[in-house]
């Protein structure tokens, strides 16, 4: 067959061209040029990709409309189907949208809007699928594969929830539910309502049909194709790159083998990602299972239900689902127990296409369905296809038979894993017990190799000890989970299952209620017209752009004649002489045009960097990481551009030593001198020696990966003359770019021009890391004199890019008998890796933050900057805020533990008051700490919950909860003086239209929506006649970085100022006339010769800091966060019940960006402080190098009620309007959650002896969490 039918948005569409390895996603973007369907993984791992795709069955006469992740769907397996991407959904060209994205809109649930295409087409399919009402748990499951880095998903469940049929475990809708702080309602506060329809952003927008009549639609055009096609027995795909086959039966299998006796077999093919084969690779042959018919069977038997091997997961779980429902209920114990097993297995995106056959024949140590066919005698039948000794695949799984259950067995499924959702399993384990004989217990996992063993009943006091002898028989070594956590963990769950059986079989886990939020902020009168939208929570102005898939990112900007794409050689070794890099086989592969390396440059051009050009743009003679860039290749595409640089070989000659930890470079006197930070306040020495307690410690906090969902991305485009360069950068810092892009071609500035549409997410990996992107660029555009285009994929870019800094602290404290804290010693150590980057700024910023709200009296810091081998670190969210606060709130919860009180009371005696000092010598004026710590106090009914809490743990041995309250107060600005600046450029055109351009970026905070806001204020016209396109160097030049939590201040005050001159000078035409129209001031201004472009600008004064004394904030952000969690001491899972916060924004510009914001910086804080762990082995290799390994929170870590108050009676007059920024300061609260964990585990530790004074390090991994209730670190310590 040569060509390639399907439909795609309703049209038909035909490739006589196509590979075979064509991903659907490469079909989609790159051949029809559909780019709202992205790419932020590419391995299937974050939903960015998802499409719908219908397919007809001709045999059973029904239609299957699922979703799929189009980045691992190979291309061949949707002929003849009908794929519809978000572009099919609806299009704010045409103001036509479906309810769903007309409700992500106004329920404010985009940000950056890289990841909402996906998020839309999931739900889309979510509602196609549903019958009856939703649950906010069916929601949670539709969203499992979608993953936002932005927004902390609360606004997209409520969203969900609005416009999905009424959740019938809530009476009312989600966002009306009535919460605790609900009261508040009324004493001038108002609930953030979705935007109102009459909004100026809303005039022409309207919703289209249900979602069935365009399903009924696409099962009418393939309907009509089917009917036109002879059926055929099997499909065959035959490209110069391999043979693809799909055979309908078995016959036509086994006639397939000897004519093609080494193709592969697959069944799903989920497990990699798609690679496209350039020419000069080998070929291969491919045979696909998933459509034989034999293969799909379904079919109860009185002993077992048996399954077909090519059935997909869903397809599976909705047959088993439907038989559990039909058989009595001692017979469904171990369907009950599969169900569960493919619950968990991956997401909707990959059950829908993974298959029985598939999983069970790829070899896995923690496959969960392999651990369950093991661990409940499930059958496994084969099928015997050939007898050649010749044939790779002499048989095939044909299908599986899952025994029914007797009603004195008692079985058990348990996968625990780093997170709840998408996450491989540490360790799974089927139990089967039968009263008063043997117990069989199955386990597998990452840190295993998978074995069974069994037990004499559950009782004997020898089956620990046999259990712990096992899993220490069967270790993996280099799993990176420790013996003892396994061996506890197995002997915990086999005592829960215990327990379970006790219990006479009742739910033990950790049980999820029902979704609550709520949003309260300050009615604030709107002053002036009624185009003024300041104050007014208006959604982001690109919001129905990214619903839509209209939003265009670097990568979706159409492609350049003569385009060169380029891939990036990296070092594989630490530290080590470059001895040798060949290229030859890399330029002996079709497509590849080149190389630049080195010697392209001059040393000096070479060397780059913002503090000190330490580092070089490739490497030259020495490697100092694993991931330095030593080269690039350029191709004529993507695909050729990566496999060439596989073609590279670099021999290496290794140096010793590699340092890679904090302790290594401690060891080896290993800093970046003249860049750390020491600062004394008081003299603690005399305190030491008469404080009635004095306690030493060690603490430490992981690194964080920034994971924006649109990687790092540059398009260079060389303009031909004069040196002059056009550069497209996903950067946070264009001004940066384009200098250091001058300095390496060595031309002026303004022959450079960097230009930003939008970033898809920076937390602040674009500022200075983008470099490593956009400089290879443009030397390579330079050098080929064609338009380079280099996007990173998702492995790429966490192996090159800087990450947040691990912190190492060892501190020593003075407190009094009544808690208060006396005197502080502190050394604080952070590994900023092979280059200094701009290091120096969050360890100054661990130096001014370490009070996070409380006055300290005696103050000694040392903060070091350690030099290792691992790729330098950068900043991110909150800049060394985040580790300031943990280490302050660790001190506080060390003194409450000391001496047996409430944190809270602790906390309360030592917080910032209005007219206070801080430790550097800044008064602080308008201080809203205490305002914000008792209205969260009350609207959390803080004493009152931690009654219950106390109670609920009296009642309850292994399942504890615990309660934390914490503070913040965080300074806003630069240190550096010179960067608190902010320019604008305004334009107003003839006709009245009016175009912005600021020194900001816009990169999911709502910075443009913000500017815009500020100009309907200022000129008094509607938003629809203001246009800001792109931040552009050579329209606003030497802007500072879109960080710091600035940009909405600083640009803000600039735009306002260039509004303002602007006004003045139409002023006199309004006084003149002020019935004229504002087109009409316009142009009786414009026929005066009167100039209708202004520039604004703005400096933060009152700032002075000379790096041990001063003022070094504009002003303070601050909040309070209370948070209760739940948590199973046995395994070390937990959930988060709830949380409130009350955070203090001034006079906020947009309450409903403002809020997200605030939920979306609380929820990578949990990442930070929970769940996300960085992992580097001993040579210095990334191991957390994609989702699959390194894990960010998903819809299911939020909170079960989520509820977000802005402080009323707050005011700012040093920013816009009075209002405060937000971008960063509530990701120190989510340290309440940290707290609230370790308060449920000293709960649990109490109960069993243990101390309750103890270090735990973050993340609080559900490892450290589990080890940290063990009464020593003995594994043999089960209570």
């Not at 916060?1141 to 979306?1160: A, F, R």
């Amino acid at each position: 067959m040569s060509t390639f039918q399907f439909f795609v948005n309703g049209d038909w569409i035909e490739f006589d061209d196509f590979d075979v390895d064509w991903s659907l996603a490469h079909a989609l973007r790159d051949r029809l040029g559909l780019t709202g369907t992205k790419i932020a993984c590419g391995v299937g791992g974050c939903g960015s990709c998802t499409v719908l795709v219908s397919r007809f069955n001709k045999h059973s006469q029904s239609f299957r409309h699922f979703p799929v992740n189009a980045c691992i769907t190979p291309i061949y397996s949707v002929y003849g189907c009908h794929i519809l991407t978000v572009e099919g959904l609806g299009s704010s060209d045409k103001k036509l949208v479906e309810p769903i994205q007309d409700a992500m809109v106004r329920g404010n649930s985009t940000q950056c809007g890289f990841c909402s295409p996906g998020i839309v087409m999931s739900v889309f399919a979510f509602q196609n699928q549903l019958r009856g009402d939703a649950t906010m748990s069916d929601i949670k499951t539709a969203l499992q594969g979608n993953l936002c880095r932005c927004t902390g998903y609360r606004p997209i469940l409520d969203a969900i929830q609005q416009c999905s049929k009424q959740c019938s475990e809530c009476p009312e809708p989600c966002s009306e539910n009535t919460n605790d702080i609900e009261d508040q309602v009324g004493n001038n506060l108002i609930r953030c309502q979705r935007a109102s329809q009459q909004d100026p952003q809303f005039e022409e927008v309207r919703k289209v049909d249900t979602s069935s009549k365009k399903v009924f639609n696409i099962e009418k055009l393939i309907v009509e194709f089917v009917s036109t096609q002879t059926q055929k027995k099997s499909l065959q795909f035959e490209t110069p790159f391999g043979n693809w086959f799909v055979p309908r039966n078995l016959k036509k299998l086994k006639s397939l083998l000897p004519e093609y006796p080494k193709a592969k077999l697959v069944g799903g093919c989920t497990s990699k990602p798609i690679q496209l084969i350039p020419k000069g690779f080998d070929t291969y042959d491919t045979i696909d299972l998933c459509e034989i018919e034999e293969l799909k069977i379904v079919k109860l038997e009185d002993s077992c239900l048996n399954l077909g091997a090519a059935l997909t997961i869903s397809e599976a779980e909705f047959e088993v689902d439907n038989i559990i429902k039909i058989l009595p209920d001692e017979q469904a114990s171990i369907l009950k127990c599969l169900k569960n097993c493919f619950h968990s297995f991956g997401s909707a995106q990959i059950r829908n296409v993974a298959t029985i056959g598939g999983s069970l024949s790829n070899p896995s140590n923690y496959s969960d369905l392999q651990t369950f066919c093991n661990g409940f005698g499930v059958v496994v039948s084969y099928l015997k296809l050939s007898d050649d000794d010749d044939v790779n695949n002499q048989r095939i799984i044909s299908h599986i038979g899952i025994p029914l259950t007797y009603q004195k067995e008692k079985v058990w499924f348990e996968k625990i894993s780093r997170r709840t959702d998408c996450a491989p399993a540490i360790l799974n384990v089927a139990i089967k017990h039968v009263p008063d004989s043997e117990t069989t217990l199955t386990f597998g996992g990452l840190a295993i190799q998978r074995f069974k063993t069994c037990l004499e009943g559950l009782e004997s006091s020898e089956n620990f000890s046999t259990l712990e002898e096992q899993i220490q028989l069967n270790f993996v070594r280099d799993s990176l989970h420790d013996l003892k956590y396994i061996q506890v963990l197995a002997k915990n769950i086999l005592l829960k299952f215990k327990e379970w059986v006790d219990n006479g079989c009742s739910d033990n886990n950790v049980q999820e209620s029902n979704f609550k939020s709520t949003q309260l902020f300050q009615h604030v009168e709107v002053v002036g017209t009624s185009n003024d939208l300041v104050h007014r929570s208006v959604p982001h102005a690109s919001a129905y752009k990214h619903v839509t898939g209209e939003a265009k990112f670097c990568d979706d900007v159409t492609k350049f004649h003569n385009e060169l794409e380029m891939g990036l050689v990296l070092s594989t070794k630490a530290h080590a002489k470059i001895v040798n890099i060949d290229y030859t086989k890399a330029l002996e592969l079709d497509g590849v045009v080149g190389y630049v390396c080195s010697q392209d440059l001059s040393s000096d051009c070479n060397k780059f960097g913002l503090i000190e050009r330490d580092e070089e743009i490739f490497s030259s003679e020495k490697v100092t990481a694993r991931g330095q860039i030593i080269c690039g290749i350029l191709a004529n595409d993507r695909s050729t551009a990566k496999r060439a640089v596989e073609l590279v070989t670099v021999e290496y000659e290794e140096i010793s030593p590699v340092i890679l930890t904090n302790e290594d470079a401690i060891n080896h006197n290993s800093y970046y001198e003249n860049h750390g930070s020491i600062m004394k306040d008081g003299d603690c020495k005399p305190i030491f020696e008469t404080s009635p307690n004095v306690v030493s410690s060690e603490v430490k906090i992981g690194s964080q990966e920034h994971f924006y969902m649109e990687a790092q991305s540059c398009i260079a485009i060389p303009k031909g003359e004069d040196g002059e360069m056009e550069l497209i950068s996903s950067t946070q810092n264009p001004t940066g770019v384009q200098m250091q892009v001058a300095q390496c071609l060595n031309v002026p500035a303004n022959r450079i021009t960097v230009k930003v549409k939008r970033i898809g997410g920076g937390f602040g990996g674009k500022e200075v890391r983008c470099l490593l992107v956009a400089l290879p660029c443009a030397v390579a555009a330079k050098k080929f004199g064609k338009p380079v285009r280099c996007i990173l994929d998702r492995e790429t870019d966490m192996r090159v890019s800087g990450k947040r800094h691990f912190y190492l602290s060892k501190q020593k404290i003075a407190f009094s008998d009544e808690g208060k804290l006396q005197a502080l010693e502190i050394s604080v150590y952070a590994n900023a890796g092979n280059s200094l980057d701009v290091s120096m700024a969050p360890i100054e910023r661990v130096m001014l933050n370490l009070d996070n709200a409380y006055k300290i009296h005696n103050f000694d810091y040392k903060g070091y900057v350690c030099k290792t081998n691992i790729p330098s670190n950068s900043v991110m969210r909150g800049t060394g805020a985040p580790q300031a606060a943990f280490l302050a709130e660790n001190i506080m919860d060390t003194i409450a533990a000391t001496l047996g009180k409430d944190p809270v009371e602790v906390k309360q005696s030592q917080l910032y008051n209005e007219g206070d000092y801080t430790h550097y010598g800044q008064k602080l004026d308008n201080c809203n700490v205490r305002k914000c710590w008792e209205q969260c106090l009350q609207q959390s009914n803080y004493f009152e919950t931690r009654a219950k809490i106390n109670e609920f743990n009296s009642q309850n041995k292994y399942l504890k909860r615990g309660i934390s309250m914490n503070p913040c107060h965080y300074g806003v600005g630069y240190t550096a003086l010179h960067l608190n600046q902010g320019s604008a450029l305004v334009h107003i055109y003839t006709d009245g239209s009016v175009l912005i351009t600021h020194g900001g970026v816009e990169l999911g905070q709502g910075v443009h929506s913000k500017m815009t806001q500020i100009a309907t204020r200022e000129l008094g016209i509607a938003a629809s006649k203001i246009r800001i396109t792109e931040t552009s160097t050579d329209k606003v030049p030497n802007t500072t970085p879109s960080s710091a939590s600035v940009t909405s201040d600083v640009n803000g005050m600039a735009v306002m100022n260039a509004c303002r001159e602007l006004v003045a000078r139409l002023q006199p035409y309004w006084i003149e006339n002020p019935d004229n129209s504002w087109e009409e001031m316009v142009n009786k201004a414009y026929m005066d010769r009167v100039s209708l472009t202004a520039t604004g600008f703005h400096k933060d004064a009152d700032m002075g800091w000379d790096g041990k004394r001063g003022s070094p904030w504009n002003y303070f952000s601050t909040g309070t966060a209370c948070t209760v969690v739940e948590l199973n001491c046995l395994t070390g899972k937990f959930q988060i019940l709830k949380t409130n916060i009350v955070m203090d924004v001034g006079q906020s510009l947009n309450p409903g960006i403002d809020i997200g914001q605030i939920e979306g910086a609380f929820v990578q804080g949990i990442g930070l402080f929970m769940l996300e762990e960085v992992i580097i082995n001993e040579n210095g290799e990334l191991i957390s190098a994609d989702p699959s390994t390194y894990h960010i929170p998903t819809s299911s870590d939020v909170p079960q009620e989520f509820n977000v108050t802005l402080l009323t009676g707050s005011a700012n007059p040093k920013a816009v309007y009075s209002s405060k920024t937000v971008g960063e300061p509530p990701i120190l609260l989510a340290t309440s959650v940290f707290f609230a964990v370790k308060d449920a585990i000293r709960s649990y530790r109490k109960s069993i002896g243990a101390e309750l004074v103890f270090d735990m390090d973050s993340p609080a991994t559900i490892q450290k969490i589990l080890m940290a209730c063990q009464k020593t670190n003995s594994s043999s310590d089960v209570e």
